[in-house]
């Protein structure tokens, strides 16, 4: 067992210094154990923001702004349909929610405003 940190980028165990940095031996990833790890500067990154421009975060509740189809549901999502407790994710669909009738889906951002 390492006494360093695994690698952030495939969390190997087998990790070494050289000159000031961390190395990989087993996808010869290279960083700064100083710096924060690219998968800490993503979740920072990460900013969602509705069709007003409001900046979204987990937990949030939306409204659905237009009638959006659903694929093998014989009628669409309403729009004004609440949305509660949403997450948001990285993608295209950057909202992960529940909605009542439907079940889980996926959302794009920009068919919603915040609540």
Known sequence: MSEFPPCPKCQSEYSYPSDGLLICSECF???NP?????????DEALVVLDSNGNAL???DSVIVIKDLPVKGMPKPVKAGTKVKNIRL??????IDCKIEGFG????KSEFVRKA
């Open 34 to 42: 100083d710096e924060a790890t690219p998968a800490e500067q993503e």
């Open 104 to 107: 889980s889906m996926g959302l």
């Open 29 to 31: 990833h290279e960083w």
């Open 57 to 59: 975060q987990n937990g």
């Open 89 to 94: 994710t990285d993608g295209d669909h950057n």
